[in-house]
């Protein structure tokens, strides 16, 4: 069978196998549309919430920035990571206990204030959209790169896919579709990392061969990497180029903003006792660690067989991955020089992404529209191009390109799918209900939680299909502001008693307000600015970190000149730090 | 909640704090310290191919993570027992 053939095949199995389970366990209450019942076993939560959290991002192009970025990539790692932690044992067992449904509704309970489960109404919309515009994108790029279809067609289908099972399946379907899918994306992700690592090392598991030695040479991988790129005048891969204030703050506002994502708590929600909820933590990570520990070894080895094989060589002679991508548009190559040699090294080669003519040049090169840089680097490569060409730069098989292109769509789908449901959530449970329709039957504020899940489906498509010029920058957003405003919120509502409803406002305003001017004045209004005026050089990705410690201190400032919280929110508050009394499914 | 169970829940509130203080600690050590702020002096040890700084930074903080929450799980289900607050 050929390739093509092939990835119908797999993409086709897999969607079938989705849709089925979304028959299979679709919702009939709004406790199994919310939180699936709180009936999740702790291994297969953990393994949803693997699925919920590694987007397409992760799975394509996570490796690829890190091959460019070496030591710098650490920020990604460390940060997404390192925020379960915290989640574990500041999160989330005592959100489960507390039993409701949402983020804002236990904002809101613990502040006794609707304005407070508002603002984090607002915030959760916000977040969760920046987010899912990503991922519908990411479907439309696996489909026009592998499915031969264009991009926006692609993005329909992913459309209808979602639709169908979040809609139809609520929690409970994506649950259950998010294992199916965490399974697809752990082996596609795995077996070429595996072939690759073999091929460079002779060793079969990615994290060891990560520090051997490079098959042939006597180097280790990185000795043989930073060996490379000073040849070629790049900054040693194990050293990076940020500064070590930058690293912290990045590190600090992804690892926080992992643990403040909507989309992420309500995972916890869904076990069945507190116990568990600690438990599909630790399973979480785990299962998220697989991946994580195997990006920075496909990176390196990527990075590897990109220095030996590509730079110096003539046009004619490069391996073959290179003309393919070429002609997918994720490599260019800009014959400065006209002597029909590759030149590589540091900087960009010309100005923003490669935009082809029609034309080819003297070596057969597809000529380019941009503007030459004065540097004598002649080589763009996209990040994406990393886990993407990987199967042929090891040689593997069609099916393992097949399952590439499954496993790009289960990570892009299992993560919009996760957002779209806390969106649908938050509009039919914390506005409807709490706010505008208060008498609202279950049944029918079950049909608003898919009607707006719907609605949300179609927004997050055409996001998806006209994507605003800004979705790159605007994740630097989403953990800015979750990091700035829900983690110490939610915090600080588990463990003081005397955090009141003042502080916490004031906390989430002051947070909120001072990451969003900063994230828009440094990526909008003045996007050149540097290190240099960037406050204490931190960058507008770390910034969530220094928001985050301003809501801490206005919060523990205003509450002290504020009135204490009334008496049943301090038992409250005492309540929820038992685990004792979690019950199943809270009834409201 | 009685006198007896209010001192219980107290006393197991406490010694959840101080657990989760130290992981705290060695959740920030592995990852800021050895991979952060040390990670040049790290860097001139050399552990199973890797200068030890940057393996801290790419897989080793990773690691010490996914133990600790493991840990937390473990002592906790311990300290619900102890204190008699475990779910039934």
Partial sequence: MDTQTLIYLFVGASFALYIGIAIWTRAGSTSEYYVASKGVHPVLNGMATGADWMSAASFISMAGIIAFAGYDGSVYLMGWTGGYVLLAMCLAPYLRKFGKFTVPEFVGARYYSQTARVVAVICVIFISFTYVAGQMRGVGIVFSRYLEVDINTGVMIGMAIVFFYSVLGGMKGITYTQVAQYCVMIFAYMVPAIFISMMVTGNPIPQLGFGSEVSGTGQSVLERLNGLGAELGFTPYTDGSKSTTDIFFITMALMVGTAGLPHV????????????????????????????????????????????????????????????????????????????????????????????????????????????????????????????????????????????????????????????????TSISHDLLKSNLMPNISEKKELLAARVAAGVAVVVAGLFGIYPPAFV???????????????????????????????????????????????????????????????????????????????????????????????EHIQHLVEDIRVPRGAGAAIDH | MSASKQEAATAYWKENLRWMLILLVIWFVVSFGFGVLLVDQLNAIQFFGFPLGFWFAQQGSIYVFVLEIFFYVWKMNQLDRKYDVHEE
Avoid: C, H
Avoid at chain 1, 321 to 327: A, G, I, P, S, V
């Fill in chain 1, 472 to 566: 790159a920058q605007v994740v630097a957003f989403a953990f800015g502001l979750a990091a700035a405003s829900f983690f110490p919120v939610i915090v600080m509502g588990i463990f003081s008693k005397k955090m009141n409803k003042e502080g916490a406002i004031a906390g989430m305003l002051v947070g909120l307000i001072f990451t969003f001017s900063y994230i828009v004045y440094y990526k909008f209004i003045n996007p050149t600015a540097g290190p240099n005026e960037w406050w204490f050089g931190i960058s507008p990705e770390g910034i969530g970190t220094l928001g985050m410690i301003f809501n801490f201190i206005a919060a523990v400032v205003v509450s002290k000149f504020t009135a204490a919280p009334p």
């Fill in chain 1, 265 to 424: 708590i309500v995972r916890f929600f869904t076990t069945p006792t507190v116990r568990d909820a600690r438990k599909s933590a630790g399973y979480a990570l785990l299962f998220i660690a697989v991946l994580y520990t195997t990006a920075p070894a496909v990176a390196a080895f990527a990075r590897t067989n990109l220095l030996t094989s590509v730079p110096n060589t003539s046009y004619e002679e490069v391996p073959a991955w290179f003309k393919t991508w070429e002609n997918a548009g994720l490599i260019a190559w800009m014959d400065k020089n006209s002597d029909g040699v590759i030149q590589y090294g540091p900087g960009a080669a010309f100005a923003g992404k490669p935009e082809f003519t029609a034309e080819r040049g003297a070596s057969g090169e597809r000529l380019l529209k941009n503007a030459p840089t004065p540097t004598t680097t002649e080589v763009y490569v996209d990040n994406d191009i990393m886990v993407l060409a990987n199967p042929e730069i090891a040689g593997l098989p069609g099916w393992v390109i097949a399952l590439i292109a499954a496993g790009g769509l289960a990570a892009a789908l299992s993560t919009a799918a996760g957002l779209l449901l806390v969106i649908s």
